[in-house]
């Protein structure tokens, strides 16, 4: 299992043989709520099978099925789940992701992966990231308005010693010649204060943070960095920082001295006025393109103006769903009922398509969306 990340698009919104199956269901960390989620799963299951067995010969879907099944029966599986889990299934191809938000239950076989959820979770504007930092130790922090969870850091260290491993200064004293302490015993005399070896340990450590956390998390994700620090940390950190998503807003607290809910509350407030200007901002961008005739929110246009690879930026209402599918080759829309459990979201196939052709997708709620058809573009031409 392994834990969702926006890496992981580039995987489902590659080409796959159908069907493609995508099954989502909200879960939960403890007792007594965990104990229903295997119970609605399977059910999950009866509709994915009923689905597939419409559509396909027994011989095609019971290699699907099987690793769905197999999970069913798996109690580590279950006793150990998160918020949500997001499971995706093709001919010779299985994926199941760990989602630190609930999802909605929702099952779709269709002829591309249905990835909405997971873009509202991956390129929702409201994203960032934090670094909590202290002389010792370095840890990061991602989340929403929603949730803020810890990061397992990966090709990062996290110590002071990781970072530094043997050139890590030691305190270097020399016997004196030149006097004696009481008793004529010699007197010890250190070239250089503890204090600078310190500092300059410390230094060295927060260049090495700073180096791994921008070429292994901020330049992939292209999320703002808050830092959670001491004052004087702040200082050290950004003379030396050539992160360019590292944000001037931070917090200026020991994180040590904060529970996960108080860095999630100090971090949103600080983010929530930068969340609200990059969202005016995109709305703005948006109504002087259209003024132009250089945006659209008509959904018909937009399904053409994707397939031609038209689309810089597409803004997405988070939880609107418009049955139906765009047709790969014409952009075409073929709308069909939301009540068909093979029906797929003519937004999500939009965001797809937009993806695919190095677009920008950004998903957001429906209160701010400036459009009644769920969806909002910038074109490039």
């Known amino acids: 299992m392994h834990r969702f990340t926006p890496q992981h698009l580039n995987l489902l919104t590659a080409r796959h043989e159908s ?34 067995c419409r559509l396909y010969p027994a011989r095609d879907v019971k290699p699907i099925m099987e690793p769905f099944e197999k999970l069913s029966r798996d109690d580590d599986f279950w006793s150990g789940r998160t918020e949500g ?48 930092l202290t002389r010792r130790e370095a840890s990061l922090y991602e989340g929403n308005r929603d949730a803020l969870d810890a990061v397992e850091l990966k090709n990062v260290p996290s110590t002071l010693t990781e970072a530094l491993g043997e050139e890590l200064t030691e305190p270097h004293q020399t016997v004196a010649s030149y006097g004696q302490g009481s008793g004529g015993t010699p007197m ?20 090495v943070i700073d180096r791994g956390i921008l ?11 808050m830092l ?10 950004r003379s030396v920082s050539r992160n360019p998503q590292l944000l001037q807003a931070g917090i200026t607290t020991n994180p040590d001295a904060l529970t996960p809910e108080q860095l999630r509350t100090e971090s949103l407030r600080r ?9 005016d901002a995109l709305i703005r961008d948006y109504q002087e393109a259209k003024s132009r005739r250089q945006g659209s929110d008509d959904l018909p246009a937009l399904a053409a103006a994707a397939a031609e690879g038209r689309i810089a930026t597409l803004l997405v209402e988070a939880h609107l769903q418009v049955p139906g599918r765009i047709l790969s080759g014409t952009g075409e829309i ?39 058809t769920g969806a909002a573009a910038i074109y490039r031409y």
């Open 19 to 52: 069907p493609c199956v995508s099954l989502y269901q909200s879960t939960h960390r403890h007792r007594p709520l965990n104990q229903q989620d295997p119970v609605r799963y399977r059910n999950l299951l009866r509709e994915m099978d009923a689905s597939l």
């Open 215 to 225: 070429e292994h998390y901020s330049q992939p994700s292209g999320l703002p960095l």
């Open 85 to 132: 889990i997001a499971l995706f299934a093709a001919p010779g191809m299985f994926q199941a992701l760990d989602l630190q938000q609930p999802v909605p239950d929702l099952l779709i076989v269709a002829d591309s992966f249905h990835i909405k959820p997971l873009l509202r979770i991956a390129q929702s504007a409201d994203r960032y990231q934090v670094l909590c």
């Open 188 to 207: 010890r005399h250190g070239h250089g204060s503890r204090k600078d070896e310190v500092d300059t340990d410390t230094e060295r450590f927060f260049r």
């Open 334 to 372: 073929r709308a069909s009922a939301m009540s068909d459990p093979d029906t797929d979201d003519v937004l999500d196939d939009l965001a797809e398509h937009v993806l695919r052709t190095k677009g920008e997708v950004v998903v957001i709620p429906g209160e701010e969306m400036p459009t009644r």
């Open 228 to 237: 959670a620090a001491l004052p004087e940390y702040h200082t050290l950190f």
């Open 271 to 279: 983010m929530e006025p930068l969340y609200q200007k990059r969202i």
